[in-house]
């Protein structure tokens, strides 16, 4: 039989400023309902986002426990569903009626060992993985909007660039800018993809706005998530 889990919500200031949702401490499961109160604020945000993505990451305590084939379970009365996990831990929750008025719960489809589950808000990803910097600075701002409205604490808080984060196992991981007909290779970094993840070798990239800024990102490889900067 499972237990509850016991729960620590907080708001909590990230890179991409989300709401904490629950935290398993020891159990192996959260609250659909939790999930749901704290994904639906974006949901109902009324400010510009079209340039944003909006997911639900399960974040481990202890490094690489998620690994290939890792997915979120639905499990309530009359439903469950299977939501597999990117290699950053994240899915899309889907906003189910029945799940939330069953009172399901979300589990990993196996143990983790304890984690977290908390939204996540990063950058629309483009296919030909080329990106305009004005384009990424507007959809900054569309994040720090949306971060703003859901953590005053982030008012004084300015977009001062973005961090591009690519597979562990890409060979060719980084990008390079373009401006005034000179192209200039970004070095190449390990760090977690965001604020306080336990796994911080994920190759990532970081292109920092400049006045009047008309530069092209070009990437080499696509990135997993391209994650909006605050300072």
């Known amino acids: ?18 709401v904490a949702v629950a935290q398993a401490r020891g159990d192996e499961w959260v609250s659909y309902r939790d999930a749901y109160r704290t994904m639906v604020v974006f949901d109902k945000y009324g400010g510009p986002k079209n340039l944003l993505q909006h997911q639900l990451q399960v974040r481990p305590r202890a490094r690489g426990m998620l690994g290939d084939g890792a997915s979120l379970l639905i499990k309530g009365r009359t439903l469950q569903t299977s939501l597999v996990l990117d ?41 030909d993985g080329s990106y305009d910097a004005t384009e990424l600075r507007a959809a900054c701002e569309q994040a720090l909007g949306f971060a ?6 982030v008012r004084s808080q300015a977009c001062v660039g973005v961090q591009l984060v690519f597979p562990k196992t890409s060979v060719d991981a980084g990008a390079r800018v373009r401006a005034g007909g000179a ?14 993840d336990v796994d911080d070798d994920f190759p990532v990239v970081t292109y920092r706005f400049a006045p ?20």
Request: proline share 8%.
């Open 183 to 196: 192209e200039t290779i970004l070095p190449v970094t390990r760090a977690p993809a965001f604020a306080g």
């Open 1 to 18: 039989m499972m237990q509850r889990v016991h729960l620590s919500a907080c708001v909590t200031l990230l890179l991409t400023a989300g």
């Open 87 to 127: 290699p950053l831990g994240r899915t899309t929750l889907p906003l189910l009626k029945a799940a939330y008025d069953e009172n399901a719960v979300l589990a990993p489809n196996r143990s983790l060992g304890g984690f977290t589950v908390r939204p996540r808000i990063s950058l629309a990803l483009r296919a």
């Open 148 to 153: 703003r409205h859901a953590d005053a604490s």
């Open 212 to 231: 009047a800024d008309a530069a092209q990102i070009v990437t080499y490889h696509a990135p997993l998530a391209i994650v909006p900067v605050f300072e």
